[in-house]
């Protein structure tokens, strides 16, 4: 696997001068797998539904949050098409924040909404100050972070006392399924995605100061689904089919998980 340099590089090419959000797997830019609960897989898909799925993932995670009124950062925001939905909400704000420059321009030129702003930023070294939010989400992005003992901490430090996290992505389930990852799934063996075992991101928000902390599977309502749009879409030979192999080997799955800040003054 490249090293972290490379890896970053690789990134900046995919979603900064490459666009991953033009390609029609991800129809309508939001770059996640989608959530495909409700949506019949029985027939041909169309566009709509594809769209339909990628926001049907951005409510689970808000549906986690309850957002209405509070102060909202988005981690690896991507070109902002997911900011629409929060807005919808009706937080008091939003803030996302991305490491790929070209996304953070993409996101300010589609939203306009006075409550909303968008920074670069790593998820390792969020740049705001702490118990500046309350509530934090962040969807199909962490399989990208390097460090995601850097990004509970600083999570915990943004957040201010009782305030809710939602991530969703997809995990490793164990430590060793790395390299059997690797020889499945391309994004894995180039080092675009990273092999994060959920139980170690479980265990770095609970030595962050974090409670509450809970770690669902959601992939029986992403895995077919997305197996079903590759399959019929012009992209079939070019988009790695091989994740639900995966998943029935127990190499990985994708999860929602929350967290809650305690009540009361930090230490």
């Known amino acids: 696997m490249a090293d972290d340099l ?15 959000g033009t390609m029609s ?7 996640n797998f989608g959530y495909w609960d409700g949506i019949p897989l029985d027939g041909e898909l169309t566009v709509e539904q594809r769209i339909a799925s990628q926001e049907a993932l951005y409510d689970v995670v808000l549906d986690a949050l309850d957002i209405a009124g509070q102060r909202v950062l988005e981690v690896g925001c991507g070109q902002g098409v997911g900011a629409r939905l929060v807005l919808r909400r009706e ?3 939003l803030r996302g924040i991305d490491l790929i420059s070209e996304q953070v321009d993409r996101a300010r ?28 989400l ?14 509970a901490r600083e999570s915990a430090r943004v957040l201010a006392p009782g305030g809710r996290l939602a991530v969703t992505t997809f995990f490793a389930r164990h430590d060793d399924a790395g390299p059997a990852l690797a020889e499945l799934i391309e994004t ?55 994740w639900i192999p995966a998943t029935e080997r127990g190499l990985a799955d994708y999860y929602l998980v929350t967290a809650r800040q305690p009540a009361g003054s930090k230490a």
């Open 25 to 31: 797997i991800f129809a309508g830019g939001f770059i």
């Open 109 to 136: 030129a589609v939203n306009r909404d006075e409550r909303v702003e968008f920074v670069l930023g790593s998820a390792s070294d969020i740049p705001f100050a702490d118990d500046s939010f309350d509530r934090l």
């Open 91 to 93: 937080p008091e704000l």
């Open 188 to 242: 894995f063996a180039t080092g675009l995605d990273l092999a994060h075992p959920i139980g170690r991101f479980t265990d770095d928000l609970r030595v962050a100061g974090f409670e509450d902390v809970r770690a669902d599977s959601i992939g029986a309502h992403v895995w077919a689904g997305l197996d079903r749009w590759i399959a019929f879409g012009e992209f079939r030979d070019r988009w790695d089919r091989n």
């Open 6 to 20: 490379e890896r970053t590089e690789l990134r900046r090419r995919t979603y900064g001068t490459g666009d991953l």
């Open 138 to 151: 962040s969807v199909e992005a962490a399989q990208h972070f390097e460090d995601l003992a850097g990004f």
